[in-house]
């Protein structure tokens, strides 16, 4: 999600990730932190949660007998074979408004499991092996994708039929979902407001680069 934060700093809004860069440069030895690709001044009822019209996640699949260390900590590394076609059959089953109560984590209560999906659909990546997952909504719940993607693994892996996707969705119930994937693989990877969308600030600071 991106950031807001009300500040007094007289920092001109489009000049806040020179300062953050500056401010977080590591020392040779530290991890690479976070940092920023484009900032602006934003109303002040703005809010970076309440206001979203679409929230797009990626989760990424190495697929492969062996692992990939270039993707260890951003991908999800499946040993055996999987059936691509269940894998695209049952993410279309996410799309259209559901009751995603079997898809959420124990425990959390939310004042509905209701949810618009927009997109759902598993994508090629770069490399043969390298599997995206791409979904967008209006909001999701606690571990929902996660839990999808654990869910389409196992009907893509066979280990459950096509029709678990389906039953799921119509009876809520956890018990009828498949496993939580790691989070490793998972990143919010778009967001899309009424009169902003990130999608084309990151393009264009993947330009710069």
Known sequence: MPPAARTAA???GPRWPISIRRAA???????????A???QEAPADFHARFQVARKHYRYALWQSPH?????????LHIHHPLDRSLLEQAAAMVVGEHDFGAFKAAGITPKTTWRTVFESRWVQGECPGLLYYHVAGSGFLYNMVRIL?????????GRRPLAAMEEALASGNREDAGPTAPA??????????????TEA??????QLE
């Not at 692992?67 to 991908?75: C, E, H, I, V, W």
């Not at 993607?149 to 892996?157: A, D, H, N, S, Y």
């Not at 998972?186 to 009169?195: A, G, I």
């Open 67 to 75: 692992g990939n260390p270039f993707l260890r900590d951003t991908a």
């Open 201 to 206: 600030h990151i393009q264009w600071a993947g």
């Open 10 to 12: 007289s920092t001109p």
């Open 37 to 39: 690709a484009f900032s």
């Open 25 to 35: 440069s590591p020392a040779p030895s530290s991890p690479t932190p976070s940092t």
């Open 184 to 197: 490793h693989g998972l990143m919010l990877w778009r967001v899309e407001y009424p009169d902003f969308d």
């Open 149 to 157: 993607v654990g869910t389409m693994l196992e009907i893509g892996g």
